[in-house]
């Protein structure tokens, strides 16, 4: 089993020791039984399948029209994705539980407005959190194939 999530990209133009790479995103959902009730299957095809172009450092010399394997460890993206999930989540819940502990004939929609600041605290927090990462997140090249030998 491999330890990194793969993906195939070109290579659209080499800038001063970077190469923007077009990676096309990718969907599971056509596979899926559960696509029509899904909210991600819904969102993939109101947002479509747009390329994502990535910069990443060109050590290897790598050419426009080049196709490149991008990858990113398997244990970075399943961390991240629970941070990104849990601290809002958490935010938006325990602000709203602590108020109410805090002032036990609270109103509703103090309740309601005291979730939004810890939500939204809890998507400060995911930022914070990021920026401190440092390129734990960065794709990296595994694998380049030249596009012509010329």
């Known amino acids: 089993m491999s330890d990194w999530m793969e993906e195939q990209g ?4 080499v800038m001063d ?8 995103r990718q969907s599971t959902c056509g596979s899926c039984s559960a696509r029509s009730g ?6 993939s095809e109101v947002l479509g399948r747009r390329a994502l172009d990535l910069r990443i ?3 290897e010399r790598l050419q426009p029209g080049d196709r490149v394997t991008l990858g990113i460890r398997d244990r970075s993206l399943v961390s ?4 990104m999930y849990l601290l809002p ?3 938006l819940i325990g602000v709203a539980a602590f108020l109410s502990m805090l002032i036990p004939g609270v109103t509703e929609g103090w309740l309601v407005l005291s979730g939004l600041a810890g939500f939204g605290l809890g998507l400060l927090a995911v930022r914070w959190w990021l ?3 440092g390129s734990r997140f ?7 194939q030249p596009s012509s030998v010329v």
Do not use: E
């Open 138 to 144: 960065d794709p990296v090249l595994l694998a380049h």
């Open 10 to 13: 070109v290579v659209v133009s």
């Open 80 to 83: 991240g994705a629970v941070v």
């Open 89 to 91: 989540l958490a935010g």
């Open 57 to 59: 450092p060109n050590r």
């Open 131 to 133: 920026r401190r990462q």
């Open 38 to 43: 899904c909210g991600n299957g819904v969102l």
């Open 17 to 24: 020791g970077w190469a923007t790479v077009r990676v096309q």
